[in-house]
């Protein structure tokens, strides 16, 4: 068990520019989050799933927004025309959701900073 | 989901016992208070989770008041590297996303 891992750890780009980032979760843990958190705040939840089923989006995730899951293991968050309002940490959790109780492990974060 | 109130900061000495308060005067019979904590540049961490029997664990203990409308997250030894920002969330055990506040910023010092 490596625990959840993100790539890039840090993202630098224009405003315009396109991004992706990377979540790799726990092996066998079937869902998964991505929150964004900004500076002096906790994080704020914007979408999670199910195997490879997105389940909940939140009103945060705008059009220019994208998350896939497509073989329900890691997961991808895509940006769109980055925005300098955009620039976050974007987290990554996963937890194994069998019925009741769970907790979610937390990968480090994609830091983005959009110039 | 219920919401929280922290204090945003306290300090505590190294060795000491850290009591970390949380009120949630709302919240709902099928909802279990969790506490996470959030070192600096890193992703936050599950500490302690209950509904309304005292809990303990590795990490740490979790007191609930009678009427739940309160509780209270014990390090017992705090050391240094127990320096963090401690979130608690209130959230039914069908709920699939943590709503964070923003947390208490704990100090521990030498």
């Known amino acids: 068990d490596t625990g959840v891992s993100q790539d890039p750890r840090h993202k630098i780009t224009k405003r315009g520019q396109n991004v992706t980032f990377r979540c790799d979760p726990i092996s066998e843990h079937n869902r998964l989050y991505w929150y964004r958190q900004t500076l002096g705040q906790g994080p704020e939840f914007l979408t999670y799933f199910q195997n490879e089923a997105q389940l909940e989006k939140s009103r945060l995730l705008s059009d220019r927004f994208s998350a896939e899951r497509p073989k329900g293991s890691f997961s991808t968050l895509e940006i769109q025309r980055t925005e300098q309002g955009d620039s976050a940490m974007y987290l990554c959790?996963?937890?194994?959701?069998?019925?009741?109780?769970?907790?979610?492990?937390f990968g480090p974060g994609t830091r983005l900073t959009v110039t | 989901d219920a919401k929280t109130t922290q204090p945003p900061s306290m300090d505590c000495a190294e060795g000491r016992a850290a009591n970390l308060p949380c009120n949630h005067s709302t919240i709902s019979g099928n909802e279990y208070v969790y506490w996470y904590r959030q070192i600096h540049s890193q992703g936050p961490q599950y500490i302690i989770h209950g509904l309304k029997n005292n809990e303990t664990n590795e990490m740490a203990s979790l007191i609930i008041t009678e009427d739940r409308k309160s509780s209270t997250l014990i390090l017992p030894h705090a050391t240094l590297r127990d320096t963090a920002v401690y979130y608690c969330?209130?959230?039914?055990?069908?709920?699939?996303?943590?709503?964070f506040g923003t947390g208490t910023g704990l100090q521990v010092f030498p």
């Open positions: 969330i209130v959230s039914a055990d069908n709920t699939d996303k943590l709503i």
């Open positions: 959790a996963s937890s194994y959701q069998a019925g009741g109780l769970y907790e979610q492990y």
